[in-house]
Structure formats: C-alpha cells, structure tokens
T-cell receptor, first 110, second 114 residues
Framework: DAKTTQPNSMESNEEEPVHLPCNHS???????IHWYRQLPSQGPEYVIHGLTSNVNNRMASLAIAEDRKSSTLILHRATLRDAAVYYCILRRGGSEKLVFGKGTKLTVNP | DGGITQSPKYLFRKEGQNVTLSCEQNLNHDAMYWYRQDPGQGLRLIYYSQIVNDFQKGDIAEGYSVSREKKESFPLTVTSAQKNPTAFYLC?????????????FGPGTRLTVT
C-alpha cells in the first residue's frame, strides 16, 4: 500500500483557515486520496476525497498537487468542533482497505 | 435515522473468554468492515464482507471470527486466541466496494480484557 506522511500535530485559532498537508510520493495512477477525521472516542468520519482535480464540499476543500505527490485538506474557518485527528489515506484500485496512519491531531484554540 | 449501531459501548471480559461485538446498519449497504484501534494509533482492518455469507480476512484477522448471515448485521467474535484483545473496535459500512464510496463508521466498542 502506498504510504502517506502527515505532521503529528497542528494548531489553529478559531475562525481561521487551516491547511493540513499530506505527502504521498509513491501514489499510483489509480489511487484515490481520501480524508477522514476522528473526534475523541468516536468513529472516524468521512471528510472528502479526490483523484486529480481539486474538490470542494460543505466540510472542506481538497487541493491536489499537479504531480499528485501531495495534497492539502483545507478547513476554511476552523471551529472548536473541528478539533480531531485527521487521516489522509490512499485507497488503491481493487483494494478494500482504508489504511490508516497515525494522522494529524488538530487543536483549535478559542 | 439511518446509521450504524454498535453495542455495547464498553465491554469488560476476563481473559480466556470469547466475546461477541454487535454491529448493525440500516443504510442498505453491501459492504461491512471491522477495524481495531489501539491508543495513539490508526485503525487496522480485521475482516470485511462485501455480500451476505461471504467475508475476507484483513491485516490482523488472527484470533477473530465473523459471520454475515444478514445484510444488516456483521458481528465480530474476539476469541481467547487473540493475544491482546483490549482495544477500541470500530465497525463500518459502505454502499459498494467501489473506490469512491466512503465508509460510514459506528461509534465503537471499547473492549477491556483482564
């Protein structure tokens, strides 16, 4: 499985934008980039996914580098409820697996 | 409301006992999954099932067993053969196995074995 690299932790202030980076230099052409987040003591929650083009939804935006070796999850205005561990995951063609790394723990300061 | 339920939220067992964790979904999803999470770690896949009466091993299936007799239900049994059963167990489902379909997770069951 292709590997992703994320910072262990990041901090943000409430109502400011947050850019969460993810490196995936060994990504293959059929790998989709998925982002999930997990609040304390809860199951993960789907955030967004993409293949090549940037994507937007009501929760966040996903910016994918042209060479696809990195991506950035953008929370446009962080709230206290966005404090969570964010996982960047590559889902390979034909694989059932979502391979979770340790993710980035986001702290949002009031 | 549609969703995934796992029960109980907390479970305590003595070493050497088998224990079954419940997972039910009313989302009409075909695929279901079981993950294990240890403190400070990401999730690891135990078993998954794409259709009724069929399931496959994930990365850490040893010491676990599952069944899929109904589309809505995918119970996980933690057997006495599992060496370190204490963990947070998460069940998930998705519409199909296609790459783009997100997985929906239940609230989890925290199992403590002493």
């Amino acid at each position: 499985d292709a590997k992703t690299t994320q910072p262990n932790s990041m901090e943000s202030n409430e109502e400011e934008p947050v850019h969460l980076p993810c490196n995936h230099s060994t990504i293959s052409g059929t790998d989709y980039i998925h982002w999930y987040r997990q609040l304390p003591s809860q199951g993960p929650e789907y955030v967004i996914h993409g293949l090549t083009s940037n994507v937007n939804n009501r929760m966040a935006s996903l910016a994918i580098a042209e060479d696809r070796k990195s991506s950035t999850l953008i929370l446009h205005r962080a709230t206290l409820r966005d404090a969570a561990v964010y996982y960047c995951i590559l889902r390979r063609g034909g694989s059932e697996k979502l391979v979770f790394g340790k993710g980035t723990k986001l702290t949002v300061n009031p | 409301d549609g969703g995934i339920t796992q029960s109980p939220k907390y479970l305590f067992r003595k070493e050497g006992q088998n224990v079954t964790l419940s997972c039910e979904q009313n989302l009409n999803h075909d695929a279901m999954y079981w993950y294990r999470q240890d403190p400070g770690q990401g999730l690891r896949l135990i078993y998954y099932s794409q259709i009724v009466n069929d399931f496959q091993k994930g990365d850490i299936a040893e010491g676990y067993s599952v069944s899929r007799e109904k589309k809505e239900s995918f119970p996980l049994t933690v057997t006495s053969a599992q060496k370190n059963p204490t963990a947070f167990y998460l069940c998930a489902s998705s519409k199909t196995r296609q790459l783009t379909y997100e997985q929906y997770f239940g609230p989890g069951t925290r199992l403590t074995v002493t």
